[in-house]
């Protein structure tokens, strides 16, 4: 299992039947891939879409948010911008799952931009993560360069604030608690020791720290 599937696979488990989930682009698309059984979920799309489904026959004007082809479930809607930023805006998302570049020990976000690199940019993460009533970051822990994503202060650009919930990558799971960071779960076979060193950003232990819940070929490790 790489990283990417593993954390796809602790965020899903987030999810709660009949929630609506808006998906952002990379990695979070992979979570439904993942779902646990029993779990339905409605995938909604700021590009005017709610009921995203596989795609099944490639249409030319059915794309997501992120430009990419998409499907409709049956009894899927579409509508325009400005009725999709009201459902999101009018807290009508259960849970916004979004990558990063950078969180903060005070759930700010930075996921929008790199000065002087090209980058897809704002998009509607700005509204996502201020009008969903969970902001789930699923992202590596680390940047390609080794260095640390969870930082005392963002130093790129926020996109919002106060913001994050959760944050889960391929080595943990933190929760903001009251202002504070605090470590709530360690992927399996990862210490402690190694998610201190690889997070640059101050937080706690929780007391009840767990193994993530991960389902391996129908088991749980």
Not at 66 to 88: Q, V, Y
Not at 110 to 125: L, T
Request: charged share 15%; hydrophobic share 45%; proline share 6%.
């Amino acid at each position: 299992m790489n990283a990417k599937e593993l954390i796809a696979r602790r965020v899903a488990l987030e999810l709660e039947d009949g929630n609506v989930v808006n998906l952002g682009i990379g990695l979070p698309t992979q979570v439904v891939n993942y779902l646990p059984e029993g779990i339905d979920i409605t995938l909604q799309s700021e590009n005017g879409f709610l009921g995203l489904g596989p795609v099944t026959e490639t249409c030319p004007n059915l794309v997501d948010a992120g430009g990419k082809p998409c499907g409709l479930r049956a009894g899927a809607a579409m509508f325009d911008s400005a009725f999709s930023f009201a459902l999101i805006r009018g807290g009508h998302v259960d849970a916004s799952i979004l990558g990063g570049l950078q969180v903060d020990q005070q759930g700010n976000l930075a996921n929008w931009m790199v000065p002087g690199k090209m980058v897809p940019g704002m998009g509607g993460a700005m509204d996502l993560v201020t009008g969903a009533r969970h902001v789930i970051i699923a992202m590596e822990h680390c940047a390609k360069d080794g260095s640390a994503k969870i930082l005392p202060r963002c130093t790129l650009p926020l996109t919002a604030k106060n913001c994050v919930d959760m944050i889960v990558t391929e080595l943990a799971v933190f929760v903001l608690s009251q202002g504070e960071l605090v470590l709530k779960e360690h992927a399996p076979g990862v210490t402690l020791q190694t998610i201190q060193q690889k997070t640059a950003a101050a937080f706690r232990v929780a007391p009840d720290l767990s193994v993530m819940p991960i389902p391996v070929d129908g088991a749980q490790v």
